[in-house]
T-cell receptor
Framework: DQQVKQNSPSLSVQEGRISILNCDYT??????FLWYKKYPAEGPTFLIS?????DKNEDGRFTVFLNKSAKHLSLHIVPSQPGDSAVYFC???????????????FGGGTRLMVKP | GAVVSQHPSRVICKSGTSVKIECRSL??????MFWYRQFPKQSLMLMAT?????????EQGVEKDKFLINHASLTLSTLTVTSAHPEDSSFYIC??????????????FGPGTRLTVL
């Protein structure tokens, strides 16, 4: 059974508005969460992360919110730009490590389309 | 549904040996499977794309003779790291795209395999 789920396969947003991408998880041992952005024919690139000791992390136009009690996290992009159009994956890990090699569990992805 | 498994989850080997990693789609058929390597800062590098019954397509800079990929069936792809060296130590992740899926960009990721070469 999937431990990390992105229930919306796609999202369409007007340029300049806010994009909200959602992710739910079931494993209460997860304590580190990441968002990846993926363009066609490329590997996912790391976007932003959040540790379970926080409920919000902001980096420019991107903000990730974590609600541990609901086992839910979301990625907010504001203002949305056409270049943000991509597939976004959320991922979770049981332990944050500085070196390469987290055991990551990915959601199925959400395709974001930002219309000019 | 849409579960992808990898085996083994962790492997430690001596330098010069070969290691095989399996990627299986457990409850769906995968037309295409992808192999990634994780680098520091959690970025994933796409190594190759494999389609069932055909040769894998390798990304630029990835040695196809070193990283052998076999997509033998619609539910199984294998990555063999030949003559592994310490610099090959990394976290290898596979993903699979469902056959006949409504969205061609849907990918389901495996849990990853941590390779340590001594």
């Amino acid at each position: 059974d999937q431990q990390v789920k992105q229930n919306s396969p796609s999202l369409s947003v007007q340029e300049g508005r806010i994009s909200i991408l959602n992710c739910d998880y079931t494993n209460s041992m997860f304590d580190y969460f990441l968002w990846y952005k993926k363009y066609p024919a490329e590997g996912p690139t790391f976007l932003i992360s959040i540790s379970s000791i926080k409920d919000k992390n902001e980096d420019g136009r991107f903000t990730v919110f974590l609600n541990k009690s609901a086992k839910h996290l979301s990625l907010h992009i504001v203002p949305s730009q056409p270049g943000d159009s991509a597939v976004y994956f959320c991922a979770a890990s049981e332990k944050e490590e500085d070196n390469a090699g987290n055991m990551l569990t990915f959601g199925g992805g959400t395709r974001l389309m930002v219309k000019p | 549904g849409a579960v992808v498994s990898q085996h083994p989850s962790r492997v430690i080997c001596k330098s010069g040996t070969s290691v095989k990693i399996e990627c299986r789609s457990l409850d769906f058929q995968a037309t295409t499977m992808f192999w990634y390597r994780q680098f520091p800062k959690q970025s994933l590098m796409l190594m190759a794309t494999s389609n069932e019954g055909s040769k894998a397509t390798y990304e630029q800079g990835v040695e196809k003779d070193k990283f052998l990929i076999n997509h033998a069936s619609l539910t199984l792809s294998t990555l063999t790291v030949t003559s592994a060296h310490p610099e090959d130590s990394s976290f290898y992740i596979c993903s699979a795209s469902p056959r006949g899926g409504a969205r061609t960009d849907t990918q389901y990721f495996g849990p990853g395999t941590r390779l340590t070469v001594l």
